[in-house]
């Protein structure tokens, strides 16, 4: 499907206020950060509240620190929004070959690459701001993310799993919140890390379903590609062992039964997720891909609930 320049992209939320609120001249921008696709933020920022839920359970503590949830969430928007601005830079002769992307602000010409790289410049500068109210290891640890951001949208080119990649930058907030919490890292968040790696290698193989032909045409490489029809399969190796790390390090940060239940309802959702996907679906592959966020949410209420629970007890 082919939009008009200007329009609300193929794979926007539909009626969101970036495409029917704000002004004309912003939109293109508000499309690099992907403002009207709230997902990719989502799945930024639940590593990060599920590495402060676990640490409050570590430490003994009723809640998350709510301070460090609140820069997670203003730091995951912000850097959502620079990793794409990038990704579309470096990609923007690549996705002039791809139907889903060939109506981007820059490789349709309504953003220049000059005003592309300002915007990512201010981006960034947000994450700066937010980043430097955390203690000194974590911002140590927050800049070191950087170098495998970089690297992420060139790995499509000669890798055959470049969400790989991806799960090393969108899974690092799996380290920050813990690290925030208590100045250093212990196995429990490294574990938590690792799983949340195999999670995004999983819910992205899904999401790449919906570019498989053009994939092929442009010569870019894919799990989804890699995986062929044995895509299922693939989904659900990284899936089991996304639940299988999360699960030891629950179980090493001493979460109780209420966060093992959320754990068990994260996977049932992930079991459903392989259950449904379909190599020549690419629409549901992308609502299975949103629906990411409400596992994720799951996993989190369950750790909530389970620091609530031993604080009272």
């Known amino acids: 499907m082919v939009t008009e320049p200007g329009s609300a992209l193929p794979d926007a939320v539909r009626g969101h206020w970036a495409d029917r609120l704000a002004p004309a001249s912003l939109r293109p921008y508000?499309?690099?950060?992907?403002?009207?696709?709230?997902?990719?933020?989502?799945?930024?920022?639940?590593?990060c509240w599920w590495s402060a839920a676990l640490a409050a359970i570590a430490g003994g503590q009723a809640w998350p620190n709510v301070y460090h949830c609140a820069l997670f969430l203003i730091g995951s928007i912000a850097m959502r929004g620079a990793g794409s601005t990038y990704n579309d830079i470096v990609?923007?002769?690549l996705d002039a070959r791809v139907e889903r992307t060939r109506d981007r602000p820059l490789p349709s010409g309504q953003v220049s690459t000059k005003s592309a790289t300002i915007f990512l410049a201010l981006q960034c500068l947000i994450g700066l701001a937010v980043l430097l109210q955390l203690n000194g290891f974590a911002i140590v640890l927050g800049f070191a993310s950087?170098?495998?951001?970089?690297?992420?949208?060139?790995?499509?080119?000669?890798?055959?799993?470049?969400?790989?990649?991806?799960?090393?930058?969108?899974?690092?907030?799996?380290?920050?919140?813990w690290a925030a919490a208590f100045g250093s890292l212990s196995t429990a968040p490294l574990l938590l890390y690792a799983g949340t790696?195999?999670?995004?290698?999983?819910?992205?193989?899904?999401?790449?379903?919906?570019?498989?032909?053009?994939?092929?045409?442009?010569?870019?490489?894919?799990?989804?590609?890699?995986?062929?029809?044995?895509?299922?399969?693939?989904?659900?190796?990284?899936?089991?062992?996304?639940?299988?790390?999360?699960?030891?390090?629950?179980?090493?940060?001493?979460?109780?039964?209420?966060?093992?239940?959320?754990?068990?309802?994260?996977?049932?959702?992930?079991?459903?997720?392989?259950?449904?996907?379909?190599?020549?679906?690419g629409v549901g592959a992308l609502r299975l891909f949103r629906s990411n966020r409400d596992a994720g949410l799951i996993l989190f209420?369950?750790?909530?609930l389970d620091a609530l629970a031993k604080a009272a007890a």
Do not use: N
């Open 30 to 47: 508000l499309r690099l950060a992907r403002l009207e696709r709230p997902i990719g933020w989502w799945l930024l920022l639940l590593p």
């Open 91 to 93: 990609d923007r002769d």
């Open 146 to 177: 950087l170098g495998v951001v970089a690297l992420y949208p060139f790995m499509k080119r000669f890798f055959w799993m470049p969400q790989i990649v991806l799960g090393f930058a969108f899974s690092w907030g799996a380290l920050m919140g």
């Open 197 to 281: 790696i195999a999670w995004v290698v999983g819910y992205d193989t899904i999401y790449a379903l919906q570019d498989i032909e053009d994939d092929e045409i442009a010569g870019i490489k894919s799990s989804a590609r890699f995986f062929g029809e044995k895509v299922k399969l693939g989904i659900s190796t990284c899936y089991l062992f996304a639940v299988a790390m999360i699960g030891l390090s629950l179980v090493l940060a001493g979460v109780g039964p209420l966060g093992l239940m959320g754990l068990l309802l994260f996977a049932t959702h992930l079991a459903w997720q392989v259950a449904k996907a379909d190599r020549h679906d």
């Open 301 to 304: 209420a369950g750790l909530v």
